[in-house]
């Protein structure tokens, strides 16, 4: 078995919207997947683009991808990784790739010199949760995301 990790280029992006759609409907949530093929294409791949895209491949085939973009942390003075999505697809899970994706994205953070590489988990998906723990990462209990979008978040900026 030979798992790639490559950047992800424009022609990918039929592929990433699909395993979006996969990811989110595992998530509970696929009717709040509004992209489309032409969305993903302008934000990932625009020249002026500030997120990233990796692909998975699996003996050739797809089999996951990840979406990350730079943040910062004014306490460490440094940049870090927001990881938005790491997915592998589940007849690929068990063989490895979703700890490569991560571990090539904590090999750029490091690479960059960033302070620390992060993401977000629903509480109740517990593989993901072990997984991320047998990797050594550490659920930060004692911070809370919160989120504007939509209607709340034009409402607030006209205010």
């Known amino acids: 078995m030979t798992i790639v990790i490559r950047r992800a280029v424009r022609e990918d992006a039929k592929t990433i919207l699909a395993m979006i759609a996969e990811l989110a409907e595992y998530e509970k949530a696929l009717h709040e997947v509004v992209a489309s093929q032409q969305d993903i294409e302008n ?14 491949e699996v003996d050739g085939e797809t ?6 973009f730079t943040s910062y942390s004014t306490w460490l003075g440094k940049n870090g990784i927001y990881l938005e999505d790491l997915y592998v697809s589940p007849r690929f899970r068990g063989q490895k790739a979703g700890k490569q ?6 090999q750029l953070a490091v690479s960059r010199n960033c302070g620390r590489l992060e993401w977000s988990v629903l509480d109740w998906n517990q593989p993901a949760i072990d997984f991320y723990k047998s990797l050594g990462a550490s659920a930060q209990d004692e911070w809370v995301r919160y989120r504007m979008e939509g209607q709340a978040l034009s409402d607030f900026a006209e205010s």
Do not use: N, Q
């Open 43 to 56: 934000s990932l791949f625009a020249a002026d683009s500030v997120t990233e895209a990796l692909i998975c």
């Open 101 to 106: 994706l991560l571990r090539h994205i904590a």
């Open 63 to 68: 089999a996951g991808y990840a979406v990350f």
